[in-house]
């Protein structure tokens, strides 16, 4: 008695680990990621990173961080950061019996472009693009629209795309990943300016930066970036409207003592004086 309670107590627990994994999973293959800073003159790049995280089974994120800043002197300068990521990954199922997966994508551009010169200096935020590939092919895309500031003006971006869903199939496939931001400051002969993109929760700029940064420190910082998030799910059963019809049956003929009454297309009657 002792054995059966424990192999069925072993069995309920099995079932309820496997009832527990999600029915497909992502499993990270290679990555290539590489963040380019440049900066000339009186300019300065800061943080500048890629992270990859698997946040669940089937649940992962690529986040792209960095603050760049020029021009908080008499002298221009100017200073970039390219953001490039490519990683691979593969959709596998945990059980069989599944229906296919689906697999679900959305992306977030948050962080402040800032100027502090009327006649000068700018700021901006290039398209941040996103792909996911099939054997070279595009399968899902997502865009989010640039931003930029001069003279001045000073803007906080929060934008969003998504959730882009498809319809695929396990196997291998590919996450493209793309971002830049600039800042630029001229010259000026009368007056000391400044210019940021701050898409980083912390810059890790110096201290003289800190005016130029000033219109938007209250803000909270801890979501900023560019942040892609996919996951895969099992696709759902169609709605009851896109059931397919039911099969036509024939009609069966009753049957009595062994012999089958009537016909489905009975004899026409012959005319009596044939």
């Not at 309670?5 to 099995?14: D, E, F, M, N, P």
């Not at 992962?60 to 990683?87: D, Y």
């Not at 196997?171 to 210019?195: D, M, P, S, W």
Request: hydrophobic letters at 40%.
């Amino acid at each position: 008695m002792l054995i059966a309670c424990a192999v069925c107590l072993s069995a309920g627990l099995s079932a309820r680990v496997e009832a527990a994994d999600p029915p497909y999973v992502l499993q990270l293959r290679s990555r290539e990621a590489v963040v380019t800073p440049e900066r000339t003159k009186d300019a300065q790049t800061g943080g500048g990173f890629i992270q990859v995280t698997q946040i669940q089974p089937n649940i992962v994120m690529a986040l792209m961080r960095g603050t760049v800043a020029a021009g908080t002197s008499h002298k221009e300068g100017s200073a970039a950061m390219q953001f490039t990521l490519n990683q691979a990954f593969e959709i596998v199922a945990t059980r069989r019996g599944l229906r296919p997966p689906r697999l679900v994508f959305s992306g977030w551009v948050i962080g402040a472009l800032e100027s502090t010169l009327r006649d000068g200096g700018m700021a901006e935020q290039s398209p941040a693009n996103a792909c996911v590939r099939a054997g070279g092919e595009p399968l899902l895309n997502l865009s989010l629209k640039p931003h930029g500031v001069a003279g001045g003006e000073n803007l906080l971006v929060n934008d969003r795309v998504g959730p882009l869903e498809a319809v695929v199939q396990p196997g291998g496939y590919c996450l493209n990943q793309t971002f830049a931001i600039r800042a630029v400051e001229g010259k000026a002969h009368c007056h000391t300016g400044g210019a940021a993109a701050a898409f980083d929760p912390d810059p890790k700029l110096d201290s003289r930066w800190n005016e130029v940064l000033k219109p938007f420190r209250a803000v909270p910082h801890k979501d900023f970036g560019f942040r892609v998030i996919f996951r895969v799910v099992e696709d759902g059963p169609p709605p009851p409207g896109e059931l397919p019809p039911p099969r036509e049956q024939k009609a069966r003929q009753p049957v009595l003592n062994g012999e089958q009454v009537g016909e489905a297309n009975p004899p026409v009657s012959k005319n009596r004086s044939e």
